[in-house]
Antibody, heavy 119, light 107 residues
Framework: QVQLVESGGGVVQPGRSLRLSCAAS????????MHWVRQAPGKGLEWVAV????????YYGDSVKGRFTISRDNSKNTVYLQMNSLRAEDTAIYYC????????????WGQGTLVTVSS | EIVLTQSPATLSLSPGERATLSCRAS??????LAWYQHKPGQAPRLLFY???NRATGIPARFSGSGSGTDFTLTISSLEPEDFAVYYC?????????FGQGTRLEIK
């Protein structure tokens, strides 16, 4: 079965960087686009970024554009989120999510990793 | 950016009752809408993609409908495990956006 396991979260000071990882298994990783979605405390879901199956296309939400970078390593079945210039408002649970075949709806999600930006 | 507005914000119902949740888009998104169920401490769960296509393992008491700007998620007879937060999400254009959620609570 599909499994997505996020890691790399933690407490970080404002302005610093953090890299999240999402290890995938149970499906042909290199055939699917992958996304990051976050949920701030007490708030709803917010889409963060997407990377196409081969890494050639990437899109970002306006709130993270220019600060976050999504990437993938298909040889390791892993997608990454490099987060720079972190702000307090980036505090959230970060989920990675797999696309439903060919469309940007998310049929599998990880359990999430918590990022706390605080001095 | 396409704004999705969900209503009501909170819905209080009893098991066995019918639930109707609404999602309205700020412009036409054809049928490019998904619904998710989210319980505390769990990963979100896809219910429907492209408005009315039921995801794997979703019970028949759930149904999705709509097109253009108005979409509905209906639960015909609520089970105890259905009480959760429900989100809609559009894929018509970047950036992908979610509605703010409807909390379905036990009355």
């Amino acid at each position: 079965q599909v499994q997505l396991v996020e890691s790399g979260g933690g407490v970080v000071q404002p302005g610093r960087s953090l890299r999240l990882s999402c290890a995938a298994s149970g499906f042909s990783f290199s055939n699917f686009g992958m996304h990051w979605v976050r949920q701030a405390p007490g708030k709803g879901l917010e889409w963060v970024a997407v990377i196409s199956y081969d890494g050639s296309n990437k899109y970002y939400g306006d709130s993270v554009k220019g600060r976050f970078t999504i990437s993938r390593d298909n040889s390791k079945n892993t997608v990454y989120l490099q987060m720079n210039s972190l702000r307090a408002e980036d505090t959230a649970i970060y989920y990675c999510a797999k696309e439903h075949p060919g469309i940007s709806h998310f049929d599998s999600w990880g359990q999430g990793t918590l990022v706390t930006v605080s001095s | 950016e396409i704004v999705l507005t969900q209503s009501p914000a909170t819905l209080s119902l009893s098991p066995g009752e019918r639930a109707t949740l609404s999602c309205r888009a700020s412009q036409s998104i054809s049928r490019y809408l998904a619904w998710y169920q989210h319980k505390p401490g769990q990963a979100p769960r896809l219910l429907f993609y492209d408005a009315s296509n039921r995801a794997t393992g979703i019970p028949a008491r759930f149904s999705g409908s709509g097109s253009g700007t108005d979409f509905t998620l209906t639960i015909s007879s609520l089970e105890p495990e259905d009480f959760a937060v429900y989100y809609c999400q559009q894929r018509n254009s970047w950036p992908i956006t979610f509605g703010q959620g409807t909390r379905l609570e036990i009355k």
